[in-house]
């Protein structure tokens, strides 16, 4: 995740870059400043040199000593960065999709000659599970003009716009695979804005086999971004796989609030004259993918040649390392972090690990090394020469440097560890852009030891001194010691075990936020609501008639979790959206004030309100005889299916699809005499089509399709967007036979008949000049 530039480095608003993290180019970030200055098109290769970036780096010996690999490595990071896109491996179309890749679009595109030159198909990247990644590097032109590029082009951007695909940089995928998730895990994304590893981490989520388990997991995913407008780029990302295990929050990562949650086994902490508290949520798993210098991007963001200096990496160090010592306080005694960024310099890397592991004992890095075998990495650095000006000043020690320069802004962390500690980090992940084709990153993976490894003692476990450092320059971190023992604790004498250490280190919030949040210029309270004006988020009775109306309309069955449904609005009234979450997210949203923890969104849009397609009043199909007004929606179709009644849905054959793809409001007239009498029969307003799978009418489907429609009195309308429209007959028909997409290609027609007849004429034009000498 690069910085931004901007904004302030630190504080609120300062994680995200104007000029794009590592993945958000292919996730519709906001554009830069200056777009043409990042634009690999307006840089020619001969210009894209940065003499502090080489001695930097070759003073860091990334590569060694080995000057051939050197030239290599710098080589490849002027190449132009190549396209990498994810099929999403927890929807049920996944399979189908990769295989119309590999079966349908491969084949063809390898007989692709672009002005006498062969152009290489897509490939699969073999490291990504069930070969549901994919690769490919054409140039723009080749795009716009080769008609089988632009077929399978076309292709990509209709899935991605339903979700069905997510295009991010291929590095960027590997975070999340190395967290290990799964359905039952309380999961935290702390810097997560644009959203495609988010988009990945709730795949995993919605992963089990169970249709039940795979619709509504039992786990949690909270997604944070401290950039406000930020979050609502993600809530949009992120609703093209909605999920009621789906929380969005507005918050400093550095100060990521406790959140309090019932358990069955821990009973609620006391003390003399206090209330009970809950014991606080600890998370399974924590991504922190941070905010960085960005400059593994090269190849993506050409402007770092002209800009990159090292004190932009040396300026996050600070804020890098107490984002992943909070995560470090909030991880459960069997949880994993992932710490990763999209930077190469080893201050904002190897020095952000060893920092942690120094400041918060009983954390161990992972060997990761046999995770994805055919991945082609290099280890973590264990020495490292930070820089103190833009004139690259190296010091080889802190000692040194502090002799030197002793009112610098560098602290003891950003140079190596002692020769008397050991972190172990060479086991760290380092990608290099000449090794895979890739970007540059770095994964760091860690986890608590286990008690009898960590060799914790009864008692209160301080933090590592630094003695030496001078007390200027221990400020920014001041807060961020590992503090062990929640104030009730200490109030009472109690002697913490293990895993009321573990405990007390998240409750521990209060005493360590202050420094912290005046350390990163943050104006945000977390004690308040700060200026906070979302909507609240209100639960109602499963017996409300809109409920109860939503039920009996779909027929839904007596174990579904109409408890979990909530709005938002101040009143609590159902007036317009209904949506859904797992007992998890209630659980959260119940003990928690959404304020303080500046909640963006929770849960699942499943029931909206439908304005109109009643019939007049008084005719058959009115609103007047309609069990409910509300109608399901698309996105929330696969959270409700698994608790439809089977007779309920209506079965149909391919060419009544084909009707409510071609059109908006096909008459009921229109359709076979079996389909026309099973829907006749139904109320009018929102049902349930499964379209079975097998061929005809032009169609193809491999596997039952289910989707919504709305019923009214003459009619039938399929209730999904323009876009997913498309997308689904391209994918069933093999054309775009929508209203939309027969207006696109009658405008493209007219528009190439307007340039034959332009070019006809001039030609004509040129005949007659001809003629006339």
């Known amino acids: 995740m690069t910085r931004s530039k901007v904004k302030g480095r630190r504080g609120r608003g300062s994680y995200k870059n104007a000029n794009l993290r590592s993945d958000s180019n292919n996730d519709g970030s906001p554009a830069v400043i200056n777009p043409d200055e990042y634009r690999a098109d307006l840089l020619q290769k001969s210009d894209m040199q940065n003499a502090r970036f080489e001695e930097y780096y070759k003073k860091q010996e990334i590569l060694g000593a080995d000057e051939e690999e050197w030239h290599r490595f710098l080589e490849a990071c002027r190449e132009p960065l190549p396209t990498t896109f994810r099929v999403a491996g927890s929807r049920e179309t996944a399979k189908v999709l990769n295989d119309a890749i590999e079966n349908t679009y491969v084949p063809h595109l390898r007989e692709v000659v672009f002005e006498d030159e062969p152009v290489a198909p897509p490939v699969q990247l073999s490291w990504y599970p069930g070969g549901l990644a994919w690769q490919f590097n054409v140039a723009k032109k080749v795009l716009r003009k080769s008609s089988e590029f632009k077929k399978f082009h076309s292709f990509l951007v209709f899935e991605t716009e339903v979700g ?70 993600l809530i949009h990302q992120s609703a093209r796989l909605p999920s009621p295990a789906f929380m969005v929050t507005n918050v400093d990562a550095s100060i990521f609030p406790s959140l309090s949650l019932p358990h069955d086994n821990a009973p609620p902490v006391t003390g003399e004259g206090r209330k009970p508290r809950l014991p606080p949520l600890l998370f399974d798993r924590i991504l922190c993918d941070v905010p960085c210098s960005g400059d593994g991007t090269l190849r993506k963001n050409v402007g770092i040649w002209k800009h990159w200096n090292p004190m932009d990496g040396n300026g996050l160090h600070g804020l ?192 360590s936020s202050a420094p912290a949040a005046e350390a990163s210029g943050s104006k945000q309270k977390q004690s308040g609501d700060g200026g906070f004006k979302e909507m609240p988020y209100t639960f109602i009775s499963p017996d409300d008639p809109i409920v109860e109306g939503c039920i009996q309309q779909l027929s839904l069955t007596p174990d579904f979790p109409s408890s979990n449904i909530l709005v938002r609005n101040p009143l609590g009234d159902p007036a317009r959206s209904l949506y ?39 005719e058959e199909g ?51 005499e079996a389909f026309k009498k099973t829907v006749e029969a139904k109320l009018p307003g929102s049902h349930v089509v499964r379209f079975k799978a097998g061929s005809g009418e032009g169609a193809s489907l491999t ?71």
């Open 580 to 618: 859904l979450t797992n007992d998890l997210v209630r659980s959260v949203i119940a003990h928690n004030d959404y304020k303080r923890i500046r909640l963006m969104t929770a849960g699942t849009k499943i029931f909206t309100k439908q304005e109109g397609g009643f019939g007049r009043k008084g």
């Open 320 to 511: 890098q390392v107490r984002i992943l010592q909070r995560a470090m306080r909030m991880l459960h005694p069997e949880g994993r972090i992932v710490y990763s960024t999209c930077s190469l310099n080893p201050v904002e890397n190897e020095a952000v690990i060893a920092e942690a592991l120094r400041t918060i004992s009983g954390f161990e890095l992972i060997d990761v090394s046999t995770d994805l075998p055919t991945l082609l990495r290099r280890p973590g650095l264990s020495t490292w020469t930070p820089a103190s000006d833009r004139s690259l000043t190296f010091f080889e020690s802190y000692d040194a440097y502090n002799e030197t320069l002793p009112t610098g802004k560098l602290v003891r962390s950003h140079f190596p560890p002692g020769a008397d500690e050991e972190f172990g980090l060479e086991r760290c992940i380092r990608i290099y852009p000449h090794i895979q084709d890739t970007g540059g990153f770095f994964i760091a993976v860690l986890q608590r030891k286990k008690p009898e490894v960590a060799g914790l003692k009864e008692g209160k476990r301080a933090a590592a001194p630094d003695a030496e450092a001078p007390e200027a320059k221990k400020a920014r971190l001041e807060g961020d010691g590992d503090v062990t023992m929640s104030e009730q604790e200490q109030d009472q004498g109690q002697t913490p075990t293990v895993s009321e250490t573990t405990q007390a280190q998240v409750t521990s919030l209060a005493p």
């Open 703 to 773: 596997h039952d399709l289910v989707l919504p429609i709305w019923k009214s009195h003459v009619s039938v309308s399929l209730m999904i967007d323009k876009k997913a429209k498309s997308a689904l007959s391209m994918r069933v028909f093999g054309e775009d036979i929508t209203v939309a997409g027969r207006e696109a290609l009658e405008k493209q027609t007219k528009k190439a008949q307007k340039a034959e007849a332009r070019s006809a004429a001039a030609e004509g034009d040129g005949d007659d000049a001809e003629e006339a000498e």
């Open 622 to 672: 009115s609103s007047a005889e309609m069990v409910s007004q509300f109608r399901l929606l698309s996105e929330g179709l696969p959270v409700v299916l698994p608790y439809i009644k089977e007779e309920s849905i209506v079965d149909a054959e391919a060419r009544a699809l084909r009707l409510l793809v071609e059109g908006y409001y096909p008459l009921l007239s229109s359709f076979d």
């Open 164 to 233: 069905n695909i997510t295009r991010a940089e291929a590095v960027s995928m590997l975070p999340p695979l190395f967290l290990h998730v799964e359905p039952h895990h309380k999961v935290l994304d702390m810097c997560a804005a644009p959203g495609s590893k988010t988009s990945q981490l709730l795949e995993a989520l919605h992963s089990s086999a169970s249709p039940l388990a795979s619709s509504v997991p039992p786990g949690l995913l909270i997604a944070n971004d401290s950039d406000y407008k930020r979050t609502h780029l």
